[in-house]
């Protein structure tokens, strides 16, 4: 049984090379693809209006280019920031909601006791208010920031 596992283990991870090698074979070629078309269409700006305007129309394209890679990682960014946020936020409503950390911190007040759970409790809400402050005001930087 053991073996078996190990075995399917390596002819997936072979597979993974292999499409991962061919992958990457077809970048490369991508890329010299696009390496030879903008040399031809360099060459024809450089035959039929000279070197400036094909230097110059070769830095617009690039420039293109840049800018939208740069507004989709922008975008992609901010888009996770948010998914991140709300995971967080529906996880402490997870957990406060959940009946076993409810009944576990019955338990816990049964066991210490009323008036010696008020100050831990108190400082408990402190420290909460301080992360709560923290997190608030990083928030706000981030938002000034872009």
Same mark, same amino acid.
């Given at each position: 049984?053991?073996?078996? *596992? +190990? ?5 997936? %991870?072979?597979? &993974?090379?292999? @499409?991962?090698?061919? &992958?990457?074979?077809?970048? +490369? ?10 040399? &031809? ?11 400036? $305007?094909?230097? @110059? =129309? ?8 840049? *800018? +939208? ?13 948010? !998914?991140? $946020?709300?995971?967080? !936020? ?6 406060? &909601?959940? #009946?076993?950390?409810? %009944?576990?911190? @019955? ?11 008020? #100050? +831990? ?5 402190? =420290? ?12 706000? $930087?981030?938002?000034?920031? $872009?």
């Amino acid at each position: 049984m053991l073996q078996r *596992l +190990i075995n399917d283990a390596k002819t997936s %991870a072979g597979n &993974a090379l292999q @499409l991962t090698s061919l &992958a990457g074979a077809a970048a +490369i070629a991508l890329l010299i693809s696009l390496a030879f078309l903008c040399a &031809a269409a360099f060459v024809y700006l450089l035959q039929h209006y000279g070197a400036v $305007e094909a230097c @110059l =129309a070769g830095a617009a394209l690039f420039f293109v280019m840049m *800018l +939208i890679a740069v507004g989709v990682y922008m975008a992609r960014k901010r888009e996770m920031r948010r !998914r991140a $946020e709300r995971a967080a !936020r529906a996880t402490a409503t997870a957990a406060l &909601a959940d #009946p076993i950390m409810i %009944a576990t911190g @019955l338990q816990i007040v049964r066991a210490i006791g009323v008036k010696r759970l008020i #100050p +831990i409790i108190a400082i408990g809400g402190l =420290a909460l208010g301080l992360m709560a402050s923290r997190s608030a005001a990083g928030a706000r $930087e981030a938002e000034e920031q $872009e």
